[in-house]
């Protein structure tokens, strides 16, 4: 069921005092005026159309009265004597106000008159039903204690409870209806990808049909969000951001509002990887991170992992294996580094130290997780001697090994600037920019390289004009280019072959986009630039397909896709029968570009008839007018381009005139 929820806004007293200040200039009583008979006209909106209308009008209108739908009973409580009220207070508000904050004076625990113990449940009340509704949720099932398990219902559902018949009647068997297939897209015939664009006030929807050299537009909506919005990981929902709160949508053809959630002023949303919730490859838990601590939550009950956050003294960062319940979190130094830094990796829910490593003459640290899991890169940036400058080094996990090893890798010149990183997807290789602007090196490392267990590097290309890295999906083809400040100069560079496939630019290039299957990819100049707002598809090898422009291009969003359904052994017998698979899709491709050629030999055929039908009908006008003509010309035809006197006319013109005095001796 999806729920609505509608936000009402007073005016600002600074509005007010405006008006009423215009209105004293103006001589203008506003007591005097009826403010509630003042009325637009009819289909007058003052340029301002919001869907909000759309949405009073396909919806039930609000309820005023709220009712007790913003209490909740909490029951199965302990029963205490007085002395231990205040203390299962205490714990009751500080569970609940995880949910929102409780309202003042909102929270009453009944005492037996005769007894002076507690009756074993309480009532809290919030600001709105939403919050209570997400505190019963929240609160539903929570293990107080062994024998106290807690029991949460919104006050209001009593009533409905209380109107249950004493005679058992069999539910309405209502018709079947299909609901919104959410997958469709992944049906296309032509195994296409779609991506979205927020340029101006629209939002739109496209299939990259690279094929035919092109896109195609398959949806489109005027203030679709207030400020931007977001696919979910597995490509299953659009999310769209307002003030309100955030809606989601999807469906086949047409993207139908699935799902509103209320959160005045929000500014951030976020998808769990499963499209679920919380963290981790299987939605297990979430985690957040606070002063000295970690507080990590199971997603089924929203509660803290042994009732209490982890502690840990002075801890900055933390981030999640892409694929295991583990974190990697960063302690820096402490005690004027008394204290080393270090990282640790944690198992989860167990809280166990799987492996640390202490780290002296810590500047800084950024922790990088490969895609399946497999390492962890370290980039550790370190104080020299002096202080006075930092050098870069890399502590390199392999998590999949006994004990978890760490390799220690120092690029050949330890002071170089690290300007970026990025792993291989599903592979075991990385790629470095390093060295001084505007022309650093890149160099690519492999973690398993033939007859060694070590990291070793494969190459360096020297002086390139580049800042960002972006890897191919799939592995195998990186795509290297030189972003903002520089010129947009791209690279297309092939990892297995070690040789650049193609080289190309894109002027003002602001972001760049792998679509999810690794064969195409974008370059985008967005609304940071004043200026060439638009993007560009290029196949992975180099090759620029088509360009499309938009202005006022604020954001550009492949469509992800969910993970293939095929065992990895599958897919790698594709992989290494890949050319007998592919003559299917070569002949499809050539059928395509046939197609192609076709429809311009008969655009081409259609331009010419129509230049043909153009030049008769004015050849025609010319006819028609040739009586006239003659008429001005007394008589005279001079149509015919063989009725002319040829004159030739001989000019002479004096280019200039030198004069030079010559010295010549005379014979005597």
């Known amino acids: 069921m999806v729920e609505a929820q509608l936000g009402f806004y007073n005016h600002p007293p600074q509005l007010l005092d405006g008006l009423e200040a215009r209105a004293r200039e103006l001589g203008i009583d506003l007591s005097s005026i009826d403010l509630d008979a003042i009325t637009l006209p009819a289909g007058e909106d003052l340029d301002t159309p919001s869907d909000d209308d759309e949405i009073l009008q396909n919806e039930d209108p609000p309820e005023v009265e709220m009712g007790f739908a913003n209490t909740i009973v909490v029951d199965n409580l302990p029963v205490v004597p007085p002395e231990k009220f205040e203390k299962l207070g205490n714990i009751i508000r500080k569970i609940f106000s995880r949910a929102s904050a409780i309202k003042e004076g909102g929270f009453w625990m009944p005492v037996n008159a005769d007894t002076n113990v507690t009756y074993g449940y309480c009532f809290i009340e919030y600001n709105t039903p939403q919050e209570a509704q997400l505190a019963r949720e929240m609160g539903n099932g929570y293990k107080l204690d062994k024998s106290h398990i807690l029991v949460v219902n919104i006050f209001d559902d009593f009533e409905r409870y209380m109107k249950v018949p004493d005679e058992w009647m069999a539910a309405e068997t209502k018709p079947y209806t299909t609901g919104e297939n959410l997958h469709k897209w992944l049906t296309d015939e032509n195994a296409r990808d779609q991506f979205v664009m927020r340029a101006g006030t629209y939002t739109e929807v496209y299939w990259n049909d690279a094929r035919q050299l092109s896109s195609e537009l398959i949806y489109q909506h005027q203030f679709w969000t207030d400020s931007f919005i977001q696919w ?26 699935l799902m509103r959630f209320a959160h005045p002023q929000v500014e951030l949303i976020d998808f769990s990887p499963g499209e679920r919730w919380g963290g ?9 991170l606070g002063k000295n601590t970690i507080s990590i939550y199971e997603t089924d009950t929203f509660s803290l992992i042994d009732k209490k956050p982890l502690k840990i003294e002075n801890v ?22 008394n204290h080393p830094a270090r990282v640790s990796l944690m198992q989860i829910p167990g809280k166990e130290e799987l492996r640390q490593k202490n780290l002296f003459s810590v500047s800084d640290c950024k922790m990088y997780w490969q895609s399946n899991g497999e390492y962890l890169a370290v980039q550790v940036d370190r104080y020299t001697k002096t202080k006075k400058s930092t050098y870069t080094g890399f502590e390199l996990f392999r998590i999949k090994e006994r004990d978890i090893p760490i390799e220690v890798l120092e690029l050949d010149n330890k002071n170089d600037k690290i ?3 990025a792993w291989e997807p599903k592979g075991h290789r990385f790629a470095v920019i390093h060295g001084d602007d505007p022309n650093p090196d890149i160099s690519f490392y492999c973690m398993q390289a033939a007859n060694t267990s070590r990291v070793s590097k494969l190459t360096t290309l020297k002086s390139k004009e580049a800042n960002a890295l972006y890897w191919c999906p799939t592995g195998h083809f990186i795509l290297i280019a030189g972003l903002k400040g520089f010129t947009g100069k791209l690279e297309f560079y092939n990892v297995d072959e070690l040789e650049t496939m193609a080289t190309g630019e894109h002027f003002m290039a602001t972001d760049i986009k792998w679509d999810p299957t690794g064969r195409y990819v974008a370059t985008v100049v967005t ?34 896709r ?14 290494r029968n890949l050319k007998k698979y592919s003559k299917k899709y070569v002949q499809e491709d050539r059928d395509a570009s046939n197609q ?21 009908k004015w050849k025609q006008l010319h006819e028609e007018d040739h009586a006239h003509r ?39």
Request: hydrophobic share 40%; proline share 5%.
């Open 527 to 560: 609304a940071v630039h004043e200026m060439e707002n638009g993007l560009q598809i290029w196949s992975f090898s180099g090759k620029l397909l088509y360009k499309l422009s938009k202005d006022h291009l604020y954001q550009f969003s492949w469509r992800p």
């Open 232 to 257: 979910s990981p597995l490509g299953t929902y659009l999310a769209t951001v307002h003030r309100q709160g955030s809606q989601v949508w999807g469906g086949e053809d047409k993207f139908v509002r």
């Open 280 to 288: 981790g490859k299987d939605d297990k838990y979430f985690a957040r």
């Open 419 to 421: 300007i970026a990183f």
């Open 596 to 616: 192609m050629t076709e429809q311009e030999r008969v655009k081409r055929t259609q331009l010419e008839e129509e230049w043909a039908a153009w030049v008769a």
């Open 562 to 575: 969910p993970p293939a359904l095929l065992a990895p052994e599958k897919e790698e017998e594709i992989t």
């Open 630 to 668: 003659m008429e001005l010309r007394d008589g005279e035809a001079s149509d015919e381009e063989e009725e002319y006197e040829a004159k030739e006319v001989e000019v002479e013109e004096v280019v200039g005139i030198i004069e030079e005095v010559v010295a010549f001796e005379l014979d005597h």
């Open 316 to 337: 900055v960062d933390f981030c999640w294996s892409p694929t295991d319940p583990m974190v990697a979190l960063f302690v820096p130094e402490m005690g004027g580094g």
